[in-house]
């Protein structure tokens, strides 16, 4: 069994496909004992650390566009469109308030400092509060306020955090980079989990949370996008970028790329595709 470092990298719904690069390395014998992740690689990779990644994936793959609406609570900030307390709420009722340091596994999100132009690290504290700072896209979510700083998106800086893992005593170095090239060719579902119509109490728990939110829901069902997607390609853009030179310079042993344009930012209700994506790109890499 090989040991691995597995860097997560940023990109919206596309960093749904690193639950199928996770179900890849476990069912071949790799043993991940590192995860640095940043905005949805740090949102997924926590949830993996804290061994609750079956249960959010069951909770994931039923999210309609409805459900997605209502957990986006509007704050009519200028500094975001979204507050982002809905969905870190719903995330910890699904997986629990845990701390970094009583995870299983090294961990660390990275988020940045615009202000003081620099990354920063985050491997100690409410897990939470480092997903919630790392996954501020700019524009989008509200800068989170954390230890004096108001930190965003670590994408901004560093879309795929090697980094943080070359001190590990690991076997294999493993990056995810969601701004690969971009496909012609529509996704097409090759590979389906066994447990992905598995339910248990938990995911029921949350989904009768989302059903209680839209009750009270105050947020508009009808929102102009057009701003933010443009926005949001142009962030896409800039990543791929940041990507390229960032692996170019530090190489790992391993890269496995998602096409930037495999879904949308938001596009959380194409679950299935995108863990089927990731689950063939692991197995195109490793043959």
Request: with cysteine; proline share 3%.
């Amino acid at each position: 069994m090989k040991t691995v470092s597995l860097v997560l990298g940023s990109g919206g719904a596309r960093g749904l496909a690193h639950i199928g690069i996770i179900h890849w390395l476990e069912e071949h014998n790799y043993h991940i004992q590192s995860i640095s992740g940043c905005s949805m690689g740090a949102l997924i990779g926590g949830i993996y650390a804290a061994d609750k990644l079956d249960e959010f994936e069951q909770w994931i793959r039923s999210i309609t566009k409805l459900d997605i609406i209502t957990l986006l609570d509007i704050s009519w900030d200028k500094s975001g469109l979204v507050k982002g307390d809905k969905i870190i709420n719903t995330l910890i009722d699904l997986v629990g308030d845990i701390k970094i340091e009583d995870l299983s596994i090294n961990y660390t999100a990275i988020a940045a400092d615009v202000n003081q132009e620099k990354e920063i690290w985050i491997n100690s504290g409410r897990m939470f509060d480092a997903i919630r700072a790392s996954i501020s896209l700019p524009m989008f979510f509200t800068p989170h306020y954390y230890n004096g700083s108001h930190l965003i998106d670590g994408g901004v800086l560093n879309p795929v955090p090697i980094a943080p893992t070359f001190s590990d005593n690991t076997d294999i170095t493993i990056a995810v980079n969601l701004g690969g090239k971009m496909i012609t060719k529509p996704i097409t579902v090759d590979f389906i989990d066994q447990n992905k119509n598995s339910n248990d109490g938990m995911s029921e728990k949350i989904n009768n949370y989302i059903q209680q939110l839209k009750k009270n829901m105050d947020t508009p069902q009808e929102i102009n996008w057009g701003a933010y997607e443009i926005a949001n390609q142009a962030f896409d853009a800039m990543q791929s970028t940041i990507a390229r030179q960032k692996l170019a310079a530090y190489p790992p042993d391993r890269i496995i790329e998602i096409a930037r344009n495999a879904c949308g930012t938001l596009e959380f209700d194409r679950a299935e595709e995108m863990i089927a994506l990731g689950y063939r790109k692991a197995q195109e890499s490793f043959t």
